[in-house]
């Protein structure tokens, strides 16, 4: 079953195209990694998606109703989650709180069932011990997992991970696998932006290539890395050989 | 949709106990205190001067107005300098409908709620602007309120007019009834107050203000949210203006929509401390010990106030009372929410797994004051 579908999307800033006719499927509970260079358009398709990004052409559909003219806080009721690629926490809340918002607005929990819901978030986040800070003391993984925790607790089917992983260590990195393996084993379709290559390789079902705003590749991890239009868009970085490397 | 959420309630069992406390132990004994204090304020025309009810109520009438500022800019972020629209439109709301033969203080209620009512269309003009932009035109619309109303010339036109309809009661039962009316007034707003930002829109209303952005991201309509805040502040404010229209016996445009209500106000709450509901009272009080103190010396008590204001700016950014409360952990109005994971043992119905929102709630292991580090600023 298709959840999410673009088709032809095209978004321009004055002269620079940034997304330039893009056209996705995203199967439920499908893990889609999606790969390119910086500027490439990947966090601008993102924003496509969540709704915080018009673009200019095109039709953004999920389960066939188009989106386009709604914003990010009803589709994110619809069951659309994101992250941020630079953390965007409620710095002046709590960590619990934080949580507990997205339950009760993306969600739509009240009460105690609210409440139940972002505690179990933060212990599948491995966010709990941290539930009482303010979130603008966290440091730079526990912000990055409360992106994802504040996304998973808006409960999601369609979840957009923003480089979850950048600038985080190997084992840190190893950790949030973990938590995006478990939060897809439910059935939660995943797209994955991360330009750490090797940690998407072994997780994901699908990888997509984004350059200069064109979707240059799409399809099994390895085929497309080996893709020589892929290859050309990483020329002097060799990331295909980099993650077979690394397997 | 529901799959991810329902299984795991084992897995919360496996890692401990999980609750969700909003007040501290303390919880009952403030709330008790609250309602001594109120009791014998309730008491206070009868035991004080009427020179001091009218002290007393303004005192009210500026502590509702802060009240009100505080949940505008100190919650919600949004920072106004016109609220004076609204004590105005509150004041003239008395006004109107005294001349037309309403009780003035049976007045005072409807007086607020139309003044809330106009601040419905009022903000879907305003919100299209954004942070100082929104600051300006508030006051532009305060200023244009104004004008619109003193250029009606059956309420007196700039001039202003008497309020009917006062001068029946004796001077004892009027400075009694402006007392309790005002009494009134101040505690509906605090009650207002503290139920709005321990519901969920207290939450939501934090969230705009931190990132509003990730907020929409999140779930959160962030114009509704405004937009509830705005009303809610221009019902206050209105309230406020009526109380001043029946306790001033006259309405007169240049002063019940002076930029000094917004000066004043923002003065308490920020010396008070913006962000928490115990800055603004506390402010309030500084405020009139200053003002009772200093203002015989004439205009040298507003110069004080300035340097005050800049000096508490300058020392602690979040007022007084977040200096307090940073020092103490003291919190006389809790609206935070602490998750406290207890013993494992003790987990067996997930139902028990939130120890309530009751104040006052004593959970296993009631080791609150030590895990009471706060949390919003």
Request: charged share 15%; glycine share 12%.
């Amino acid at each position: 079953m298709v959840l999410l579908e673009l088709e032809e999307v095209t978004k321009r800033y004055g002269q620079l195209v940034v997304i330039d006719r893009v056209s996705l499927r995203v199967d439920e509970g499908e893990l889609v990694g999606m790969v390119g260079p910086n500027g490439a358009g990947k966090t601008t398709l993102f924003g496509v998606i969540s709704g915080d990004v018009r673009p200019e052409e095109g039709r953004v559909l999920l389960d066939g109703a188009t989106l386009n003219r709604l914003g990010p806080a009803a589709r994110c009721r619809m069951g659309i989650g994101r992250t941020y690629q630079v953390p965007r926490p409620f710095g002046g809340m709590t960590v619990f709180e934080n949580v507990l918002m997205a339950s009760q607005q993306g969600a739509r929990l009240r009460g105690w069932e609210s409440r139940h819901a972002a505690a179990i978030v933060l212990g599948r986040t491995g966010l709990q011990s941290l539930a009482n800070r303010p979130a603008e003391t966290l440091g730079l993984l526990g912000r990055k997992r409360l992106e994802v925790a504040r996304a998973l607790a808006t409960r999601p089917r369609l979840l957009l991970l923003d480089e979850v992983a950048g600038g985080l260590t190997d084992l840190e990195v190893a950790e949030l696998m973990g938590v995006v393996r478990s939060i897809r084993s439910e059935g939660v379709a995943i797209v994955w932006i991360e330009h750490v290559v090797r940690a998407l390789i072994d997780t994901v079902d699908r990888l997509v290539c984004l350059a200069s705003g064109r979707l240059v590749a799409d399809g099994a991890p390895v085929a497309v890395l080996s893709d020589p239009a892929v290859r050309e868009v990483y020329l002097g970085t060799d990331v295909a050989e980099d993650a077979v490397v690394h397997r | 949709m529901t799959t991810q959420q329902r299984a795991p309630t084992r897995r919360i069992t496996a890692s401990g106990t999980l609750q969700v406390r909003r007040a501290g132990a303390s919880g009952i004994l403030v709330g008790a205190a609250g309602l001594v204090v109120l009791a014998l304020l309730a008491f206070m025309p009868v035991i004080v001067s009427e020179a001091d009810t009218t002290l007393l109520v303004n005192f009210f009438v500026l502590l509702t107005m802060a009240v009100m500022w505080n949940l505008l800019a100190g919650y919600a972020g949004m920072v106004s300098i016109g609220q004076q629209a609204f004590v105005g439109l509150g004041g003239y709301g008395v006004l109107v409908l005294a001349m037309n033969g309403f009780n003035p203080v049976a007045a005072i209620p409807v007086a607020a709620v139309v003044a809330a009512l106009i601040a419905l269309p009022v903000s879907v003009l305003l919100f299209r602007l954004g942070g100082g932009y929104f600051a300006i035109a508030t006051w532009v619309v305060a200023d244009t309120a104004q004008i619109v109303v003193s250029s009606i010339t059956s309420l007196g036109g700039g001039t202003g007019h008497p309020v009917p309809g006062l001068s029946s009661m004796s001077p004892h039962t009027f400075a009694e009834t402006t007392y309790w009316a005002a009494l009134a007034v101040v505690t509906i707003s605090l009650g207002i107050a503290y139920g709005l930002l321990r519901s969920p829109l207290g939450l939501l209303m934090a969230a705009v203000r931190d990132d509003e952005v990730s907020a929409r991201s999140a779930g959160a309509r962030v114009m509704t949210t405004r937009r509830i805040v705005y009303v809610v502040a221009a019902l206050g404010c209105g309230a406020a203006g009526a109380i001043l229209a029946v306790s001033q016996l006259q309405v007169q445009p240049s002063s019940i929509f002076s930029v000094q209500w917004a000066a004043e106000m923002i003065f308490v709450s920020m010396i008070g401390g913006m962000g928490t509901l115990e800055g603004p009272i506390l402010g309030t009080v500084l405020f009139f010990v200053l003002q009772q103190n200093l203002a015989q010396d004439g205009a040298w008590y507003l110069i004080i106030f300035g340097a005050v204001a800049v000096l508490v700016s300058i020392w602690t950014p979040r007022g007084l009372w977040g200096a307090i409360r940073q020092r103490s952990g003291i919190e006389l109005f809790p609206v935070g929410y602490r998750l406290h994971e207890g013993a494992l043992h003790l987990v067996t119905q997930p139902q028990l797994l939130d120890g309530g929102s009751a104040a006052g709630s004593n959970g296993p292991g009631s080791g609150a004051g030590a895990r009471r580090r706060r949390l919003r600023p």
